[in-house]
């Protein structure tokens, strides 16, 4: 089983700021990884597609980048509706399809 | 617009069975892998099964396997969780979710409860 490591757990910023969120897999997923983005009480909603591809009706603040084991999404300035939990995801190798454990963006 | 409705969560006690049902619109279900993901109270997600367009392929978690079992009925556009023998881990809100490899987009969830 793939193992994401996602760091750090949470990050404390200001709106405006520019946020970077990291994803570690435990082995090769190639280009295969997803980001989600979850605020309180909602479903999560997906970002990012094959490492750097932005779902439909994403703003383009939020950019993915990476391959092989290392991930990162980036936001260039955060508004205040950004301010959420973000989950990775793989399907590189599967099953099991797998997420890593988030990361909270918090306002600072 | 896409749009998946979960229904038929709610409180059961340990060893007990509930069936989740969740329906769809907007989009030819019929064409498209169906999943169930799920979230514990203040935890992470969780993916638990995947079922393909036609309901010939089925892959599970190993959490589930052998107690949890997913179906569809593409005339109706639903996707089903049957689960049997719950265990209080298996507490949290469920989430249907289209595609295969990708999760896109979610249902609103229902809150499954594990209880004696």
């Known amino acids: 089983e793939i193992v994401l490591t996602q760091s750090p757990a949470t990050l404390s910023l200001s709106p405006g700021e520019r946020a970077t969120l990291s994803c570690r897999a435990s082995?090769?997923?190639?280009?295969?990884l997803a980001w989600y983005q979850q605020r309180p009480g909602q479903a999560p909603r997906l970002l990012i597609y094959?490492?750097?591809n932005r779902a439909t009706g994403i703003p383009a603040r939020f950019s993915g980048s990476g391959s092989g084991t290392d991930f990162t999404l980036t936001i260039s300035s955060l508004e205040p509706e950004d301010f959420a939990v973000y989950y990775c995801?793989?399907?590189?190798?599967?099953?099991?399809?797998?997420f890593g454990g988030g990361t909270k963006v918090e306002i600072k | 617009q896409v749009q998946l409705v979960e229904s038929g969560g709610g409180v059961v006690q340990p060893g007990r069975s509930l069936r989740l049902s969740c329906t769809a619109s907007?989009?030819?279900?019929?064409?498209?892998?169906m999943h169930w993901v799920r979230q514990a109270p203040g935890k992470g997600l969780e993916w638990v099964a995947l079922?393909?367009?036609?309901?010939?392929?089925?892959y599970y978690a190993d959490s589930v396997k052998g107690r949890f079992s997913i179906s569809r009925d593409n005339s109706k556009n639903t996707l089903y969780l049957q689960m049997n023998s719950l265990r209080s881990e298996d507490m949290a809100v469920y989430y249907c979710?289209?595609?295969?490899?990708?999760?896109?987009?979610w249902g609103q969830g229902t809150l499954v409860t594990v209880s004696s």
């Open positions: 979710a289209k595609g295969s490899g990708w999760f896109d987009p």
């Open positions: 907007g989009f030819t279900f019929s064409s498209y892998g």
């Open positions: 079922i393909s367009y036609d309901g010939s392929n089925k």
């Open positions: 082995q090769s997923v190639s280009s295969f």
């Open positions: 094959d490492a750097s």
């Open positions: 995801q793989q399907r590189g190798n599967w099953p099991p399809l797998t």
